[in-house]
């Protein structure tokens, strides 16, 4: 399924809400269930309006190899919060399906994370936007692209060409890119 990134564009404008980009994962529990249940609990959020989920990867865990396969996936959201307004949200999210702090790209049941907040670039003590490692993660780049070709990352430049320069890794799409209508 296509996604009518136009469309998508026109009705942020309308509303002055921000164009942002989160990407999903987990590799405890259910996985995939995971994924669904932090879209459900976004979609509840008042300041919030889903828009389109990519494709679902199954991948290989970036750290520490002696953990499950990642699911991973990224959602297209438009948003009147602020970053750490929706960093709140994201950790909260988090929080309540069980994600406990144990290791640094350890395994998780939920892992939330703002990949790209309108065009902004963010550097503070709690936020990195662009997300500080996206250029070189295939499972991130790869569900942007499925959103959206022509999305930059600021300092690093267009997904597409950041894609080539990759290593290609293993994933397994699990789902198609699914579109909200709210």
């Known amino acids: 399924m296509e996604v009518n990134n136009k469309l998508m564009m026109n009705k942020a404008k309308e509303n002055n809400a921000k164009r942002v980009f989160v990407a999903l994962g987990a590799n ?3 996985p995939l269930q995971q994924l669904d249940a932090a879209v459900e609990a976004l979609q ?12 679902v990867y199954v991948s290989k865990p970036h750290g520490p190899q002696n953990q499950p396969d990642f699911t991973n996936a990224v959602l297209a959201i438009d948003t009147t919060l602020s970053p750490e307004q929706l960093l709140d949200v994201l950790q909260r999210i988090e929080i309540e399906q069980g994600r406990e702090r144990h290791e640094h790209w350890g395994a998780r049941t939920l892992d939330l994370d703002i990949i790209l907040y309108a065009n902004q670039t963010i550097q503070t003590e709690r936020l990195t936007i662009p997300h500080a490692y996206a250029h070189e993660r295939e499972f991130v780049l790869q569900p942007l692209a499925d959103l959206d070709e022509t999305l930059v990352l600021p300092q690093h430049g267009k ?8 290593p290609t890794e293993t994933m397994e799409v699990i789902r198609d890119v699914t579109t909200y209508n709210r």
């Open 159 to 166: 997904i597409t060409e950041l894609l080539k320069q990759l």
């Open 28 to 30: 405890l529990g259910e």
């Open 44 to 55: 509840k959020v008042p300041e919030i309006n889903c828009l389109a989920m990519s494709k």
